[in-house]
């Protein structure tokens, strides 16, 4: 039962993400993508602060200025500028389907830099998942688009922050975090704006109410993700993170009339089954370990 609540509140959070992304692309017909990040920043800082308030909550600790909390939030702050970037130059389920390599960048990025102890196993699984992004990009050929390559350097940016994630022995909470990385958006939004030579606009009526439905959105799929790692097996439920790219080809079908060709869904396919491994693999080895370390 805790399997499949935990499972739900994960795809729920997915769709989430999915919606946010199309709404992003959709408002990006207009306003600067540097504008829209420093938007959806800054309303994601407001939020989580009247979310602490309400609780009765600090909104600011010092852990937030920890050198290595300052390193995360830097590296959220270029992978969402790439990303969002991305998002308004290429197909929608272009960037979803490179995004999906994020788990095996961390894994990998685990064993050279974190020391996590790698078997052959998870090797083969990390080699076969990058064959398919690069089926996905395919550099080289007639098909390959060089602004994909921002999308590419999003991912490399929050498969950072999830490593340093990982390498925190702060006791931030994950609000306080993501204050810190929604405050920093702002910055990074308003200087990609000045980097690219262009002025800020005034968001229409339909804008910014898509931007405000893009800030709840982004706050409730936070939210349920938390509540979804805190229930059941943790490999059956984060499994469920690739059903954004599900989401994506559905919506990028529906709203913007894409339609990946085979090798792209292909790719697709081999990432997420290179990922769903890696996570599988990764816990039963953490399960066994903790399982050893118990006295008799």
């Known amino acids: 039962m805790e399997n499949l609540r935990g499972a739900a509140l994960m795809t729920l959070s997915m769709l989430g993400f999915a919606i946010e992304d199309a709404l992003i692309k959709t408002v990006a017909a207009r306003l600067p993508a540097g504008q829209i990040i420093a938007l959806l920043g800054l309303g994601g800082a407001v939020l989580f602060w009247a979310w602490l308030g309400i609780r009765g909550q600090r909104l600011f600790v010092p852990a937030q200025l920890a050198p290595r909390v300052l390193m995360r939030t830097g590296c959220e702050a270029l992978g969402t500028a790439f990303f969002v970037t991305s998002l308004t130059l290429i197909p929608l389920t272009l960037a979803s389907a490179v995004i999906q390599a994020t788990p095996l960048v961390v894994a990998l990025g685990a064993a050279l830099f974190l020391g996590q102890p790698v078997g052959w196993r998870r090797w083969t699984a990390i080699s076969v998942g990058f064959a398919g992004v690069l089926l996905i990009l395919r550099p080289g ?61 005034r968001p229409t009526l339909p804008e910014a109410a898509l931007l405000g439905i893009c800030v709840v959105i982004g706050m409730v799929a936070y939210l349920a993700i938390i509540a979804a ?53 990764e816990h039963r080895l953490r399960r066994a370990s903790l399982a050893a370390s118990k006295p008799l």
Not at 148 to 157: D, E, F, K, S, W
Not at 165 to 178: K, Q, Y
Not at 251 to 278: M, N, S
């Open 229 to 281: 790692t805190r229930a059941g097996d943790a490999a059956v439920i984060s499994s469920f993170r690739y059903a954004r790219m599900v989401f994506a080809l559905v919506i990028g079908w529906l709203v913007f009339q894409e339609q990946p060709d085979t090798l792209t869904l292909v790719g697709v396919a081999v990432v997420i089954g290179a990922g769903l491994y890696t996570l599988i693999r």
């Open 141 to 201: 050929s007639a098909a390959f688009d060089p602004l994909v390559l921002l999308t590419v350097a999003g991912m490399l940016g929050l498969a950072g922050r999830d490593l340093l994630t990982r390498a925190l022995n702060s006791n931030i909470t994950g609000p306080h975090l993501s204050i810190a990385a929604f405050l920093g958006l702002v910055p990074t939004g308003l200087g990609l704006v000045a980097l690219q030579g262009q002025t800020l606009l």
